[in-house]
């Protein structure tokens, strides 16, 4: 719905190529990012036990996100 209101804009179409829009229609994804606290003595990255891998992000989605536990 967003790239058809995107495609009907004149604004944004200028932007757009709709024949590679429609090439990638129903191709969907993840985007996989870190979230890091920084500090003067360092860096924790705050997005440990995300799944990288295919298979693992795929088992993930079909069988639900483990229990995280909090470290305090």
């Given amino acids: 719905m967003q790239l058809d209101n995107a495609l009907a804009n004149p604004t944004q179409s200028k932007f757009l190529d709709p024949a590679v829009v429609a090439q990638y229609r129903g191709f969907g994804g993840v985007r996989i990012e870190d979230t890091l606290l ?5 860096y924790e990255n705050l997005s440990g ?6 298979e693992a992000i795929e088992a993930w989605m ?11």
Avoid at 49 to 54: F, Q
């Fill in 38 to 42: 920084v500090t003067a003595a360092g």
């Fill in 49 to 54: 036990g995300i799944p990288r891998t295919i």
């Fill in 62 to 72: 079909r069988d639900g996100a483990p229990a995280r536990v909090e470290s305090q």
